[in-house]
Structures are given as structure tokens and as C-alpha cells.
């Protein structure tokens, strides 16, 4: 059973520091990793998506995958409390096709 | 462009009726998949279908869900004799799966509600 694990928080961050949220997964031949963004009441929307080794910014945001470490992260610069929301980390499985998510992690951010 | 649409948005029915959900996804992705979520927990992968393959349906629940996609476009998935555990908000998400672009974008969901 392949899987994606994340801690479920809630992770507290101050307005204007950095949230780090982190996510491994069990499927080393993965390629695709994904970022989605839950506000409470609505559907995931995707926030970042990576494929290759490294950093990968837009805006406030930055994903980070290490494939040897089996660990992808997501860093928000400048939070905000609109960012105050759940954050699911998914993974395409390598085999099968599909996607994986994790359980996702509760960030808020207190002013 | 258009994004991915379901109807209808809510749903209420009664233990033992038969409900469908419609999903429409964005034009030109061959991947459709399904999901449901209960209250404050995570998504429970459904279905899934990718081009003129045999649809994934290793995490439908039960024999009284079913899903078909006609056309390679929209879906419908159905649920049969509702119970009250079926109440969730049920999602549908589609994707490019080509060119190496996998990101799923999702519907607003449905939420349904048994009573």
C-alpha cells in the first residue's frame, strides 16, 4: 500500500514568518508532486506542483523535493491569515497512474 | 477556460433511494477520477479513468456504487440504496495526463446527504 504521510497539525504560525509544511511518501519511483489548498467548506485547489529535484518558487510560495530522502515540503513566505487553511501534499503513484493524498496538515496563522 | 463543473451541488435524499452525480471536467482531459470526503477528514480515492482504459475501481466501498464515463468526458456516479454513512461531500477532479502534466483540478463538489 503506497502512502503519503503528513502531520495532521494544527501548525500554529505567526503573520509575516515562514510556514513549513512537510510531507513523505513511500513510492520511490515517483515523479509527480503536488500542493493542494483546502479552505474549510470548499474543494482542493492547486497551489504548486513539482517534478524535478530542487526548488521551485512562485510568489510566497516554494516546493522543495529531495526524491533520495523521499520528501517533498512546501514553504509560504510572509503568511497571512488568508493562508490559514489545510494543506494536502499528493503524489502520482508510478505504477498505478493515480494520485495519492495525504491527510493533510491545518496551518493557521495567528495575527 | 471552463473548470471542472458537477451537479447537482447539494443533494438530500432518504436511506434506501438511489442517487446519480454528475461531473463534467475540463475540456480535453482524459483523466477523470473521483473522490469523497467526510466531515474534517481527508479524501477517500474512488475512481479512477484515464482515456479508453478500464476505469481503476479498487476504492469504490461497496457493490451499490458504480461510476461510467461516456464519451472519454462526463461522469456519472451512482449510488444505489443509500445509507446514512454515505453522506460526504463527493469531488470529482480531471486532468491532462499527457505531456507530462498530471495536476488534477477539481469540481466544487457535491454533498450529499442521507436522512
Known amino acids: 500500500q503506497k502512502e503519503v504521510e503528513q502531520n495532521s497539525g494544527p501548525l500554529s504560525v505567526p503573520e509575516g514568518a515562514i510556514a513549513s509544511l512537510n510531507c513523505t511518501y513511500s513510492d520511490r519511483g515517483s515523479q509527480s508532486f503536488f500542493w493542494y489548498r483546502q479552505y474549510s467548506g470548499k474543494s482542493p485547489e492547486l497551489i504548486m506542483f513539482i517534478y524535478s529535484n530542487g526548488d521551485k518558487e512562485d510568489g510566497r510560495f516554494t516546493a522543495q523535493l529531495n526524491k533520495a530522502s523521499q520528501y517533498v515540503s512546501l514553504l509560504i513566505r510572509d503568511s497571512q491569515p488568508s493562508d490559514s487553511a489545510t494543506y494536502l501534499c499528493?503524489?502520482?503513484?508510478?505504477?498505478?497512474?493515480?494520485?495519492?493524498f495525504g491527510s493533510g496538515t491545518r496551518l493557521s496563522i495567528r495575527p | 477556460g471552463a473548470g471542472v463543473s458537477q451537479s447537482p451541488s447539494n443533494k438530500v435524499t432518504e436511506k434506501g433511494k438511489d442517487v446519480e452525480l454528475r461531473c463534467d471536467p475540463i475540456s480535453g482531459h482524459t483523466a477523470l477520477y473521483w473522490y469523497r470526503q467526510s466531515l474534517g477528514q481527508g479524501l477517500e480515492f474512488l475512481i479512477y479513468f484515464q482515456g479508453n482504459s478500464a476505469p481503476d475501481k479498487s476504492g469504490l466501498p461497496s457493490d451499490r456504487f458504480s461510476a461510467e464515463r461516456t464519451g472519454g468526458s462526463v461522469s456519472t456516479l451512482t449510488i444505489q440504496r443509500t445509507q446514512q454513512e454515505d453522506s460526504a461531500v463527493y469531488l470529482c477532479?480531471?486532468?491532462?495526463?499527457?505531456?507530462?502534466?498530471?495536476?488534477?483540478?477539481f469540481g466544487p463538489g457535491t454533498r450529499l446527504t442521507v436522512t
Open positions: 477532479a480531471s486532468s491532462l495526463d499527457s505531456g507530462g502534466a498530471y495536476e488534477q483540478y
Open positions: 499528493a503524489v502520482r503513484d508510478s505504477s498505478a497512474s493515480k494520485i495519492i
